[in-house]
């Protein structure tokens, strides 16, 4: 709550001084007066800050979007009585302070320095953990909620809408652990379980092993490599084409392997969503992109645009804080990837940001890709799969987004 109102009471609290110490000549050399101007003195510094910082915000022009954290930042909630009497306005507005706070990544800088001093290694969502890696901490609540229980429903119920029209082989769910639970061992001795481990074999019960692509096992073999990016929530390039073997595997598709592409480091400064929310000075990662080394040519269109790029790398985002975006531009409601691979197959994938990363790989399998982010996408799931002819589907998350995703339910429109 904005805190403008308590330079008003100082007055108030000298006119009472006063009254208690009106024969100053008498009481100028008390104790208790020197102590009582060190609290007035005290008091005063401290609502001159704080009333500054809360009319600076006030008169701020609020922000919509944070580059530094890569996300759309809380706007003004509506007030109306309904929102006021099912307390939703209370806890948007105060989800709006915290976001539009004046001078908000100086203040978060500044903490997690002092909090460092203090020796904590766990900061703002943020475990400092073995080897310069910077893991987001997770907690159980992010996966054993109503919404997580309800995304699996959604999932087993779409795989049985889909199976006979499809074939029941052609629907696959790839669900990426995050860092916290591939290199655990990395994290602070003090780390609790996150519970991901309990939501993938919730998964595995409930969605029929044909239908489900594990990768955890592959990623836990390799996770001595970086597979994860330092300062970023994201699996790597390298994470990403490990993921890419277990799909193909389990899809009796011959991979390209490593030895097929070329590796080119295009970022050696890359520094992530979690470095923004510590914001303190990190060792940055490198950003890499496998490039097929036999000639392949792409058509990409995002969102219907008319305008066709031929490259599915985005190079002039590397310019930008999110360097992550390079992958296919970023995210997008829909992303439309053509190759000259002519064999009729048409893939959708369902996905959330951690397949930009894994979709230059699994592109070259298709004559077309169909990438969708329910963020974004309001359509019709079911007119888009007929009107584009998919011959198969991917559903593509992470599990954290997975198990907090509130906009799963188009799955079914």
Sequence with gaps: ???????????????????????????????????????????????????????????????HFSETENRILKQKPELSLENIKSGKYEKEYEEYLSDQFLFRNQWIACKTKIDRLLLKQEVNGVYFSKNDYYIEKHEKEEFQNKISQKNITYMKQFITQYQDILGKE?????????????????????????????????????????NYISVEEILLEHKTEDIYYRTDHHWTTLGAYYGYLAWAEQRNITAWIGDKFHKKIVSDNFLGTIQSKVNIKMPPDNIILYEPLSPISYEMRINLEETIQNSIYDLEKLKTKDQ???????NSALTEIKSDNRNGK????????????????????????YLLDFRYFNGSLEQFITENGITEICILYSTVNLGNDRYFSKLLR
């Design 1 to 63: 709550m904005h805190i403008w109102w308590i330079p008003l009471i100082i007055p108030f609290y000298i006119f009472d001084f006063r009254k208690e110490h009106y024969n100053l000549k008498n009481k100028i050399s008390s104790p208790i007066f020197a102590e009582k101007i060190n609290h007035i003195i005290t008091i005063c510094l401290f609502c001159l800050i704080l009333g500054g910082i809360s009319i600076g915000s006030i008169l701020k022009k609020d922000s």
């Design 170 to 210: 052609n629907i696959q769910v790839l669900i990426v652990p995050t860092a916290s639970y591939i290199l655990k061992e990395k994290l602070p001795a003090f780390a609790l379980e996150d519970g991901q481990k309990e939501f993938l074999e919730e998964i595995k019960k409930e969605i029929p092993e044909e």
């Design 324 to 330: 992550y975006a390079v992958f296919l531009g970023g």
């Design 346 to 369: 048409k893939l959708l994938l369902i996905k959330d940001s951690f397949a930009n990363s894994i979709s230059p790989f699994m592109i070259n399998h298709f004559e077309e890709t």
